[in-house]
């Protein structure tokens, strides 16, 4: 079946504008994660959902990022006055209903291919 | 807080000989512990995972890892690599109470043929 998608693929935009980005989730996935990856900083979290709402926001490194998960399903992620320093590529994951592991229920992640954003 | 060290950011191995990719994490919990790879502009993708039970888990393309809880490692392991196993392996945790996985920052495997 098809996996998590992202768009666009690449984007490269100019300092202090605002960008979108779109993860389609796979189908009956509840959750949904985004990660941004960046030379400096490796595999950082950003923010988590569960159905429409987002539990764990902790990973926004500023309030000049935003997301959004609509119908649990596609979420964007915003960011307004784009930053050179926000260059990095941006993953989505989604997970399906947590599953008994153990000692707790956990969440397999599925990663999408990632958005590439160049701030010049 | 949970991290995870990954103390090689690249190893360069002969193709066909073993090679084994480090990581220690800190928790304070019980954890989680996975393997992803990301090949050359793709995206990450699952080798294995470590939930509970037998300390040594093994995953796809032969890969196989260890969770030693004592000295809070889980190494990465293969007996023969090939050409196709070049791309960056990351280590990642979770722990109780958290859904978002730490990641380590990588580490680059290169196949010499």
């Known amino acids: 079946g098809a996996g998590v998608s992202q768009s666009p693929s690449n984007k490269v935009t100019e300092k202090g504008k605002d960008v979108e980005l779109r993860c389609d989730p796979i189908?009956?996935?509840?959750?949904l994660y985004w990660y941004r990856q960046s030379l400096g900083q490796g595999l950082e979290f950003l923010i988590y959902?569960?159905?429409?709402?987002?539990?764990?926001k902790s990973g926004l490194p500023s309030d000049r990022f935003s997301a959004e998960r609509t119908g649990g399903s596609v979420s964007t992620l915003t960011i307004q006055r784009t930053q050179q320093e926000d260059s990095a590529v941006y993953l989505c994951?989604?997970?399906?209903?947590?599953?008994?592991?153990?000692?707790?229920?956990?969440?397999?992640?599925?990663f999408g291919p990632g958005t590439r954003l160049t701030v010049l | 807080a949970q991290s995870v060290t990954q103390l090689d950011s690249q190893v360069p191995v002969f193709e066909e000989a073993p090679v084994e990719l480090r990581c220690n994490y800190s928790?304070?919990?019980?954890?989680?512990l996975f393997w992803y790879v990301q090949y050359p502009n793709q995206g990450l993708q699952l080798l294995l995972k470590?939930?509970?039970?037998?300390?040594l888990v093994k995953g796809i393309n032969g890969f196989e890892a260890e969770f030693n809880k004592s000295q809070t490692s889980f190494h990465l392991r293969k007996p023969s690599v090939h050409i196709s196993d070049t791309a960056e392996y990351f280590c990642?945790?979770?722990?109780?109470?958290?859904?978002?996985?730490?990641f380590g920052t990588g580490t680059r495997l290169t196949i010499i043929p």
């Open positions: 994951a989604s997970s399906p209903p947590a599953r008994r592991g153990g000692l707790r229920y956990y969440n397999e992640q599925f």
């Open positions: 928790s304070s919990v019980s954890v989680y």
């Open positions: 990642a945790v979770s722990d109780f109470g958290n859904e978002k996985l730490t």
């Open positions: 189908s009956g996935h509840t959750a």
């Open positions: 470590y939930l509970s039970g037998s300390t």
């Open positions: 959902f569960q159905g429409n709402s987002a539990p764990d």
